[in-house]
């Protein structure tokens, strides 16, 4: 329930003639500390108005607020103080969650429209490191996000399936490849046969000259040189499927670089048409000095496309085809400037639906402070990350709980679940330093205690053995401030999901789950759910309410929540 909204209206009926609802609304503030009430409102918008001090009209409109939700109110100063009336909140609040369940917070802001996610985007024979995570989970719990405020998410993976490093492995594969060997192992071997090119190509440049031939050959459609590409692809997906999978996240699209290939030159053409682009020093531009952005290079003097073309050939092709109503990108910060040149190059072209692609950019994984990329100057592989992830986890479950049945497959969902979690309570935009054991602990602002505190409501559930009464009838109705606080962070939930929506900021979601799993565990600890009396069914139900928003909180973020641990 909007209860800022019922003190609102109630507001509004004192002062219609010189503030509407909705000014009302948004001058309404929480207070910092629970003793200055629930709701307060600062009377100084009215003082020129009304051509009295606030603290005077603070303490009439004091006088004059009744509503069977308020229970008290003070004026302190210019501000009016409201409590509410904790029982009959609770009652309302616990009835539309066991009314609603999953579906709470659940809003229809997006009208079905149709949001592309541009997300992941490994690059083909090489493996998906940690440093594919962040837009790998970022993109996949906006994409949650927007499916829970009425859009239609399009997971789109952008495979770098295209360039000049698919001649080297052609080469690469031709003189020193094996075709077992890369079906046993395949990122594994072709990156090998990669690596080795590189190194043989230092000392032979005609090597160089191959790759570029046999580049061109694929470019121009060679049977051999596309054969060998199609099966390096097919079997690059397969292993990234098994990555995909143990995160639990699908795709919509893998339409990657290649897709764009014979829609360049139409971008080409557009954009000689409209007049925009100009040559220099043998390059093709389009100049972006009136937005303050670096030339955009949309050939090279030797007639090559680049990035950028292939982007704004994405661009129109997703508008044309999905017509959406936001177009994502969830891409690290570095590439902030390539899309403020994308959109430029795009609103130059006379597409004003430009302004609604936003790019979403993240900060770094760290560890000890310095950038994730390599251990030995090796590459940092996800899945041994999620393996030993779910290892640790598992060694918990053993020392907490041995006789946990189905141990194997909650440990797998504990700890890739906590790797997920970790990533997305951080800040989008900041960096962060990733220590694997913090990540998995079972105590702490980690997922695993998130994911604990979910359980713990369902044993407790199971233990109390009823059907429980959640029917109009029954009186959900508590007052106790630590059950208090609790219904206060269940009742935001669809106010979170709104601003992570807003924000395009998962951690909003992750550090509100944190945040009530604390509430509840401090009611919990105080009190006596399971006692036999009057308000039992009302305890019941909080603690059911707890578990549903629980669920939800991280089924939003693409974190599983096992039913025991």
Known sequence: MDYKKIVAEEIQKLVPEHLSYDQVYQL?????????????????????????????????????????YIAKVEAVGPYVNLFLEKAAVTNAVLHEIAAEKHAFG??????????????????????????????????NSLANIMKKVGFNPIKINHLGDWGTQFGKLIVAYKLWGNEEKV?????????????????????????????????????????????????FRSESLQEFMKIYDMLGITF?????????????????????????LTQDRGATIVDLEKYNLNPALIKKSDGATLYITRDLAAAIYRKRNYDFAMSLYAVGNEQSNHFKQLKAVLKELGYDWAENMHHIPFGLITQGGKKLSTRQ????????????????????INEKNPTLENKEEVAKAVGIGAVVFHDLKNDRLN??????EEVVQFEGETGPYVQYTNARGLSILRKAAVELDTTEAADLGLDDAYAWEVVKLLNSFPEIIQQAYEKFEPSVIAKYTLHLSQAFNKYYGNTKVLVEDDKRNARLALVQSVATVLQEGLRLLGVQSPEKM
């Open 28 to 68: 309404l503030e929480v207070p910092k500390y629970t003793e200055h009430g629930d709701v307060a409102f600062p009377a100084f918008a009215l003082a020129k108005a009304l051509r009295k001090a606030p603290q005077a009209i603070a303490g009439d409109l004091a006088a004059q607020l009744n509503h069977p």
């Open 106 to 139: 659940t809003a229809d802001i997006g009208k079905g429209g149709n949001v592309p996610i541009d997300m992941s985007s490994p690059n083909i024979a090489k493996p998906i490191s940690m440093g594919h995570l962040r837009s790998t989970v970022i993109g």
């Open 183 to 231: 079906k046993a192992e395949p990122i594994n071997e072709l990156l090998t046969l990669y690596v080795r090119f590189h190194s043989e190509a230092e000392t032979d440049d005609t090597l160089n000259d191959e790759a570029r031939a046999w580049f061109k050959k694929l470019e121009d459609g060679d049977a051999e040189a596309l054969h060998l590409w199609e099966w």
């Open 252 to 276: 919509d699209s893998f339409n990657g670089e290649a897709f764009y290939n014979d829609k360049m030159d139409e971008v080409v053409e557009l954009l000689d048409k409209a007049g925009i």
């Open 377 to 396: 100057g090796k590459v940092i592989l996800l899945e041994e990350v999620l393996n030993e992830a779910t290892e640790l986890s598992l060694k918990q």
């Open 431 to 436: 960096n962060f330093d990733f220590d694997l």
